[in-house]
């Protein structure tokens, strides 16, 4: 079955610190990535998404992501965080081909300390 | 492009009400939309599967009669929150898709709150 694993439950960083939320997936076939970000209180928000072409993808507010196949990870970063940046991160996955079931991990919640 | 419009965006009701939430593609035909739920300190979970023209397919656990799903045209499917309780409390979120295989697109969310 697939699965996507998100290494850390919480992380809590400075401001200015860099970032890094893995993310890693259990699936064969080809995929369509995704990072969410949940702020507090708001609805979920697109970071980045991948589905084909150059496997670093850039998305909005500085973050990016790179698709790595052979190792079948999505890893988020972020060069220095902000306070603003405090907010669930969610990744998820669709397998290309498939019925579409998009397939999320439980979520890494960021805590940046000003 | 590929814009997915979710409303509300929030709505608070009182409990043994009903709440519709609809999800609509704004520049394209989705021929299948998804209705996800989001738990308290978890990632989003599948309700079920909204292909248009046809009957939803729900995933296990989740009661059919309780969340009533209609996709009556290809931009257009409605999730209908029956009897609320609080427990209903909760965001909901859809995505639809062109075809299989092609990218997901998401709603920005619906966070109901029942009372």
């Known amino acids: 079955a697939q699965s996507v694993s998100q290494h850390n439950h919480h992380v809590i960083l400075s401001e200015a610190a860099s970032l890094e939320l893995g993310c890693n997936y259990s699936y064969g076939g080809t995929v369509n990535l995704f990072w969410y970000v949940q702020y507090p209180g708001q609805h979920l928000q697109l970071l980045l998404k991948y589905f084909s072409g150059d496997p670093l993808v850039k998305g909005i507010k500085g973050f990016e992501a790179e698709f790595i196949k052979s190792k079948f990870s999505f890893n988020l970063r972020k060069p220095s965080v902000q306070w603003s940046d405090t907010a669930e991160y969610f990744c998820a996955v669709n397998a290309r081909g498939s019925q579409g079931n998009l397939i999320f991990g439980k979520g890494t919640k960021l805590s940046v300390k000003p | 492009g590929a814009v997915v419009s979710q409303h509300p965006s929030w709505v608070i009701c009182k409990s043994g009400t009903s709440v519709k939430i609809e999800c609509r593609s704004l520049d394209f035909q989705a021929t299948t939309m998804f209705w996800y739920r989001q738990f308290p300190k978890q990632s989003l979970m599948l309700m079920a599967t909204?292909?248009?023209?046809?009957?939803?397919?729900?995933e296990q656990g989740v009661e059919k009669d309780k969340f009533l799903i209609n996709h009556a045209s290809l931009t257009l499917s409605t999730l209908t929150v029956t009897s609320a309780h609080p427990e209903d409390s909760s965001f909901y979120i859809c995505?639809?898709?062109?075809?299989?295989?092609?990218?997901?697109?998401f709603g920005n969310g619906t966070r109901l709150t029942v009372t």
């Open positions: 995505s639809a898709r062109v075809s299989p295989g092609a990218p997901l697109h």
């Open positions: 909204s292909n248009e023209g046809s009957k939803a397919t729900y």
